[in-house]
């Protein structure tokens, strides 16, 4: 009997915007939350862990919202999901890294996202 070994190639996903590409390992400039309180509309928290507890629609738009204390600080990304959202990592305030989820094109008109 054979043994078969299949190998699976990684393939580099990007996701472009206008004139910015996004890709794995890029690091990405945050902007200003454009919610009233100051926190983050489009991007949400990517914890399993975390998303969705409450079946209120409005508490849990809150709930999963980037908090503002990571206004105009970078994170790096860590996933391209698919044409409009990638996955992020920021340096927790507190005590260690947390991950969100960035809807790229609403981030970058509302200014959340910063494109040089």
Do not use: C, H
């Amino acid at each position: 009997m054979k043994n078969i070994f299949i190998t699976i190639a990684s393939i580099a996903m990007s996701l472009t915007a206008g004139a910015q590409t996004f890709k794995e390992g890029d690091t990405i400039k945050i902007g200003k939350g454009s919610r009233p309180d100051g926190n983050f509309t489009y991007f949400s928290n990517g914890n399993w862990a975390t998303k969705g507890r409450t079946s209120n629609a409005s508490v849990r738009e809150d709930y999963n919202a980037m908090p503002k204390i990571y206004s105009y600080t970078t994170a790096k990304v860590i996933k391209v999901k698919n044409e409009n959202v990638i996955v992020v990592r920021v340096n927790a305030k507190a005590l260690k890294t947390a991950r969100y989820e960035v809807l790229v094109k609403q981030a970058i008109e509302s200014k959340e996202l910063i494109i040089e």
